[in-house]
């Protein structure tokens, strides 16, 4: 089984950018699709993004799209989510995450990092 530790939160500003990175081990991590996950206090934990084994397929949240941008460095075991203009409304813990073999969907992830904090002040 594959183990995930997210790094790269931190508290920005709005408009800022910052890149996070999810590193993998215990695993074939080219043979898992990854996505990235985020909860907000008091709210459920909502998709972001996701990436095939590949990185040819990628699907995004339509609240981050065109912000936001989720790619990986097999080589690295790693997977990234970079991201640009935030807002205070991205405010959460951000969780990496990965299923193996599985579809570049919302669901069915079943391996979840420790989280990592983005706070973004107005």
């Known amino acids: 089984q594959v183990q995930l530790v997210e790094s790269g939160g931190g508290l920005v500003q709005a408009g800022d950018s910052l890149r996070l990175s999810c590193a993998a081990s215990?695993?074939?991590?080219?043979?898992?699709?990854m996505g990235w996950f985020r909860q907000a206090p008091g709210k459920e934990r909502e998709f972001v993004a996701a990436i095939s084994w590949s990185g040819g397929v990628t699907n995004y949240a339509d609240s981050v799209k065109g912000r936001f941008t989720i790619y990986r460095d097999n080589a690295k075991n790693t997977v990234y989510l970079q991201m640009n203009s935030l807002k205070p409304e991205d405010t959460a813990v951000y969780y990496c995450?990965?299923?193996?073999?599985?579809?570049?969907?919302?669901?069915?992830?079943?391996?979840w990092g420790q989280g990592t904090l983005v706070t973004v002040s107005s």
């Open positions: 215990g695993g074939t991590f080219s043979s898992y699709t």
């Open positions: 995450a990965a299923k193996y073999w599985g579809a570049v969907s919302t669901t069915s992830y079943n391996v």
